[in-house]
């Protein structure tokens, strides 16, 4: 019913900015709340941020507050995550999500959709 696709990771130098994008597929989406996660080789998928579509009440992992920002366009069916002052440690696969739950979620297994992931590489 939903479909997620991310976009806009890249390889990037440590202290620098991307804006990773997500689009839904279908009109509905404004009724999700949406997430961002995140996986690098040999750990286990990490919740990075999430927005609650309706109200736009944003969440964000220790490890990225002040310098991670999630928002939505709601008539674009779309949720971004700017990531600024990049670390190596940043570095993994990117992947939005889509829960059906009323309180955002901060576990993958809560999460219904899934996008295919885009690669962030941040070089030191």
């Known amino acids: 019913q939903v479909q997620l696709v991310e976009s806009g990771g890249g390889l990037v130098q440590a202290g620098g900015s991307l804006r990773l994008s997500c689009a839904a597929s279908?009109?509905?989406?404004?009724?999700?709340?949406l997430g961002w996660f995140r996986q690098a080789p040999g750990k286990e998928r990490e919740f990075v941020a999430a927005?609650?579509?309706?109200?736009?009440?944003?969440y964000y992992a220790d490890s990225v507050k002040g310098r991670f920002t999630i928002s939505r366009d709601n008539p674009k069916r779309t949720v971004y995550l700017q990531m600024n002052s990049l670390k190596p440690e940043d570095t993994a696969v990117y992947y939005c999500?889509?829960?059906?739950?009323?309180?955002?979620?901060?576990?993958?297994?809560?999460?219904?959709?899934w996008g295919q992931g885009t690669q962030v590489t941040v070089s030191s």
């Open positions: 927005i609650s579509w309706i109200e736009g009440n944003t």
């Open positions: 999500a889509a829960s059906r739950t009323v309180v955002i979620r901060r576990t993958p297994s809560d999460y219904d959709y």
């Open positions: 279908e009109r509905t989406f404004s009724t999700y709340n």
